[in-house]
T-cell receptor, first 109, second 111 residues
């Protein structure tokens, strides 16, 4: 199957930088997305990487390396409101999206 | 724009009952999809549609049917509810640049 691996939990302090890694299966791979989900809420879109390299959107950046079947989400200048679950999601064959189990980020003062 | 809307927000069914979860989007997106999310897990794709009249199965399609008669609407039907279908259901629509927008979700309990 097309499974994704990401850490289950990460803890960091306000103002710090945190990186959440994600590895995926390569067969049929099209691109990698990242989503944020607060408890009880719906996932919200953060980024999509269809090509290798870094995509930057404000305090959040996402990176993809197809040769390593690997991507990461980088969160800078952490704020308390960034405490949430973060999911990587791999798109296969343009239409089939598979999610990782999520990384729970706790930001401490 | 209302974005992606879902009804109902909560639903309790008895085993064997059927129901339809409604989903609508007003962003004119061709691609729409349904996911389920079980506690502590990621989302799993149930069905998707790349446009009106076209649907296909995702990772976990068994026990669910979909149809797409218009661009705006993408209902999900549970044919005969089972306790294993207790979950939170999210509908989503996607832009051509792969930005995916989710509805607020429907929390379904099957007893």
């Amino acid at each position: 199957g097309q499974s994704l691996e990401q850490p289950s939990e990460v803890t960091a302090v306000e103002g710090a930088i945190v990186q959440i890694n994600c590895t995926y299966q390569t067969s049929g791979f099209y691109g990698l997305s990242w989503y944020q989900q607060h408890d009880g809420g719906a996932p919200t879109f953060l980024s999509y990487n269809g090509l290798d390299g870094l995509e930057e959107t404000g305090r959040f950046s996402s990176f993809l390396s197809r040769s390593d079947s690997y991507g990461y989400l980088l969160l800078q200048e952490l704020q308390m409101k960034d405490s949430a679950s973060y999911f990587c999601a791999a798109l296969y064959n343009n239409n089939d999206m598979r999610f990782g189990a999520g990384t729970r980020l706790t930001v401490k003062p | 724009n209302a974005g992606v809307t879902q009804t109902p927000k909560f639903q309790v069914l008895k085993t064997g009952q059927s129901m339809t979860l409604q989903c609508a989007q007003d962003m004119n997106h061709e691609y729409m999809s349904w996911y389920r999310q079980d506690p502590g897990m990621g989302l799993r794709l149930i069905h998707y549609s790349v446009g009106a009249g076209i649907t296909d199965q995702g990772e976990v399609p068994n026990g669910y049917n979909v149809s797409r008669s218009t661009t705006e609407d993408f209902p999900l039907r549970l044919l005969s509810a089972a306790p294993s279908q207790t979950s939170v259901y999210f509908c989503a629509s996607r832009t051509a640049n792969y930005e995916q927008y989710f509805g607020p979700g429907t929390r379904l309990t099957v007893t």
